[in-house]
């Protein structure tokens, strides 16, 4: 316990540190960048302000949000025993919760703030030079990148200490280990709770002032994108960075943070060797805990080198091609250092839940999760880049209307689910015949790892696409304009890829986190044989579409109020169009704030209230099935459906965005080239106005849904666990059913020397 007290422990926590320090670094050098002259500057400022205004309003709501189930936890951690189950909660688990809320508004803010501070300023680069636009704009993202890495680890590595120290623990596998991992989950809930709703009320946000601005800039006024005379103009830059930036922050912040904390439940409970009392890993048992927290602490700092690689020479060189050299040299320098991490930390031989498996195998499982990251990736750019055969058959398709424009962008998305969902399975099955569902976890864990990475590439989209619209409202030369829709084309599919490996992380995360939630609620597995378990699929099934439709139509009301309201400006405002009166940019503002806090709350309730709502609510309703198995089945259903969903419509809508997108350079359809404002053109603007909502809306909320669920479940799973007197009790009704049916069949034989009975739960296996 020496070693790790005084060691490897505090290592974790100093690399969170580490990595806050680097953001301010890079966050300084941006602040020192030429800002532009003063229309810009003015420009950027309504966004920033509008950006802060937001994240004030939102958090005004989500604090009363915080204390009310803070203090519902403060009061379910004091109790200690539930139908003679003895809980291993405290109260502090409120706390916990409380700073995993605080930490995941943090991680948004400081990516907002420094995209508002990087957009102008990539502005101003790209009116120089297309490499120095990418530099700005990749150093403002690699600001929220390492912020939010860096603030997972510091909060889970230093509460981690805390409660080793609050508790008492000396071993792994002791009550006191189980209940600092269960006071720690509250952290993990509180990350994953503001992550939903800065996700979703972003999301609605954005989407909402984006599609009343297209519908009626674009489409109706024949104006420009965000041209400085469209009313909802400022509103759609501020929507990138309240949704793409400190939405997509916290969604990440809470994903790393449920992937380690998955990891450590179940490596809490694997059995590490001892000779002579003395557990052969020198860290007293408590290696395969510390195990992900460490690789995705030292991931920090590959991350750091990979952003290095990131260079382009000129202006004809290949940005997405710069990035991805960034990102898979993080990933090589992970999976070679991780061989090294896990032969020094784990023991030969290891053991969880009936499976024996070594070290050699645990990191074969996190190469695995590597490849699966890196494959997502791939699969995703493909069904969302320009130029590719899935954006090119949406493009041939607009040439015959917006119908077929929809049909195509419709049809990429579902054909877009197939690989991905491959290499899922594939990841799962090979990463659990390695080491089991530790194997799983630690898999999501090394996909994980390079999250500062995958967030800096993430983040410098939408940074690109706010530069975009400060040059096009400040009226800059053409050439500006073109190297930052160079950078924008390219955040599209990196915002598509982010969102692949997201979602990719959330399925292997729940896996992990469902095989928490067995162990944690006393069973053995979730039979679907069983009526109320089937049932309990179907509606988990059933949650993500009706989650999709409550986000996708609070963008549409938000939206028709959008389009309301800019046409009363053009309509009452006289001299807009010529540039002689400034739009009120403040009114469209307030529609999307107002309407993104007002829709956000019934999706969030949802996610939140469903699995307490099963898993207390048919508590001893069926004799012959547990609550805990019921919810087991719900949470399969919603992690299989979420999944599906999330792919989908991230996917879509990226692919109908790049389409789009396509008609700035021109494009080829039957011979003949087509421009923005051909018919084309048009049909192809409102395929990526159905898909707004599709990419940043309701497909990115996906994987929060499926892990918070997850996590909500895991809380509540020692006030619902099935006791094992409960189950011996059952096991002697069947043993006895069982005998009373042999002897009425045949009397005279001696049941227990012509057959052995084994029950399994609920499950009867007899054997002639």
Known sequence: MEFLQNNL???IPVLGLISLLVMAIKSAWVNKQDAGDAKMQELAGYIADGAMAFLKAEWRVLSIFVVFTAALLAYSGSIHEVNGIVLHSSWIIAVAFVIGAVFSATAGYIGMKAAT??????????????????????????????????????????????????????????????????????????????????????GIYT?????GADLVGKV??????????????????????????????ADLFGSYVATILATMVLGQEIIVEKINGIAVDNLNGFSPVLLPMVICGLGIIFSIIGTWFVRIKGEDSNVQTALNLGNWGSIVITAIASYFIVMAMLPTHLHLRGIDFTSLDVYCAIIVGLVVGTLMSIITEYYTAMGKGPVNSIIQQSGTGHATNIIGGLSVGMKSTVAPILVLAGGIIFSYAFAGLYGVAIAAAGMMA???????????????????GIAEMSQLPPEVRERTDNLDAVGNTTAATGKGFAIASAALTSLALFAAFVGVAGISAIDIYKAPVLAGLFVGAMIPFIFSALCIAAVGKA??????????QFREIPGIMEYKAKPEYEKCVAISTKASLREMMLPGAIALLVPIIVGFGFKGVFPSVSSAEILGGLLAGVTVSGVLMGIFQSNAGGAWDNAKKSFEKGVEINGEMHYKKSEPHKASVTGDTVGDP???????????????????SLVIAPYIAVSSSAETSK???????????????????IISNTKTIQVVKDSVITKL
Do not use: C, H, W
């Not at 990419?695 to 996590?711: A, H, Q, R």
């Not at 096991?731 to 034989?749: L, M, S």
């Open 9 to 11: 422990i505090y290592m």
């Open 117 to 202: 501070k990087a957009n102008v300023r990539t502005t101003q680069a790209a009116r120089t030079s297309l490499k120095q636009a990418l530099k700005v704009s990749f150093t403002g993202g690699t600001v929220m990148g390492l912020g939010v890495a860096g603030l997972a680890i510091l909060g889970l590595g230093g509460l981690f200490i805390v409660f080793l120290q609050i508790f008492n623990v000396v071993a792994a596998n002791s009550t006191e280990m189980k209940t600092a991992i269960e006071v720690l989950t509250g952290f993990s809930l509180g990350a994953e709770s503001i992550a939903l709703f800065a996700r979703v009320g972003g």
């Open 207 to 211: 989407k909402a002032a984006d599609v």
């Open 220 to 249: 109706e006024a024949g104006i420009p994108e965000d041209d400085v005379r469209n009313p909802a103009t400022i509103a759609d830059n501020v929507g990138d960075n309240v949704g793409d930036v400190a939405g997509m922050g």
């Open 450 to 468: 390079t999250t500062a990475m995958q967030l800096a590439i993430d983040a410098f989209g939408p940074i690109a696409d706010n530069a975009g």
């Open 559 to 568: 939206a028709m109020d959008m389009v309301q309201e800019v046409r009363r």
């Open 694 to 712: 599709f990419k940043d809306t309701s497909g990115p909320s996906m994987n929060i849904l499926i892990k918070l669920m997850s996590i909500v």
């Open 731 to 749: 096991t002697k009704t069947y043993t006895k059913k069982i005998e009373v049916i042999a002897q009425a069949v045949n009397p005279t034989k």
